[in-house]
């Protein structure tokens, strides 16, 4: 199992981007997917979450209106749009995969892919 | 939101002790609890489900416990490759939020 994001970067406050995840070895159509993102020497935050099928999705109260989680099955991918960036949400970005026995839980995580943002 | 409590937020250790790190919920989450252990420049990993299951592959020197409101990770023999930060996460209703981690340093 693996797991692969891409996407991050340097960028202005007030600009769009885009995250990627792929999801590799297993059935990537049978797992929800999680964000969790973590600024730099601070702990971990949950920022997102998407059922398998893509029709439930979940936010952080910090990103609600501004972060959008999609998938695409076809392509085992994941994505995370983040709309007018601010300077706070300066962090690395982590996708995991959720599974679930006796509660839900992310067993893999990818590498995390950083995103810095400033003038 | 159900807000996540950690103590102590950092401990000091030597290799060989016993180490406890104990995690509450703002509410009632039953065993929806999981436990991460995060070491510099690295990604989480997954040590404790369902808060008293190990993950596979996981040292048996690492256990889960929970006692009416308090969750527990305890190391029963702290080796040299187990100094890092652990962090509690509820997943009992989204946002599956964490604790503020625990830092488990060389004493």
């Known amino acids: 199992v693996q797991m692969v994001e891409s996407g991050g970067g340097v960028v202005q406050p007030g600009r769009s981007l885009r995250l990627s995840c792929v999801g590799s070895?297993?059935?990537?159509?049978?797992?929800?997917i999680h964000w969790v993102r973590q600024a730099p020497g601070k702990g971990l935050e949950w920022v997102a979450g998407i059922g398998a099928d893509g029709s439930k999705k979940y936010y952080g109260d910090s990103v609600k209106g501004r972060f959008s989680v999609s998938r695409d099955n076809s392509l085992d991918t994941l994505f995370l749009e983040i709309d007018s960036l601010r300077v706070d949400d300066t962090a690395v970005y982590y996708c995991?995969?959720?599974?679930?026995?006796?509660?839900?839980?992310?067993?893999?995580w990818g590498q995390g892919t950083p995103v810095i943002v400033s003038s | 939101d159900i807000q996540m409590t950690q103590s102590p937020s950092s401990l000091s250790a030597s290799v060989g002790d016993r180490v406890t790190i104990t995690c509450r919920a703002s509410q009632r989450i039953s065993r929806y609890l999981n436990w991460y252990q995060q070491k510099p420049g690295k990604a989480p990993k997954l040590l404790i489900y369902a808060a008293s299951t190990l993950q596979s592959g996981v040292p048996s020197r690492f256990s889960g416990s929970v006692s009416v409101a308090d969750f527990t990770l305890t190391i029963t023999s702290l080796q040299r490759e187990d100094f890092a930060t652990y962090y509690c996460?509820?997943?009992?209703?989204?946002?599956?939020?964490f604790g503020p981690g625990t830092t488990v340093d060389v004493k």
């Open positions: 070895g297993f059935i990537f159509s049978s797992y929800g």
């Open positions: 995991a995969r959720e599974n679930y026995l006796d509660g839900l839980y992310c067993d893999y």
């Open positions: 996460q509820q997943s009992y209703n989204a946002p599956f939020t």
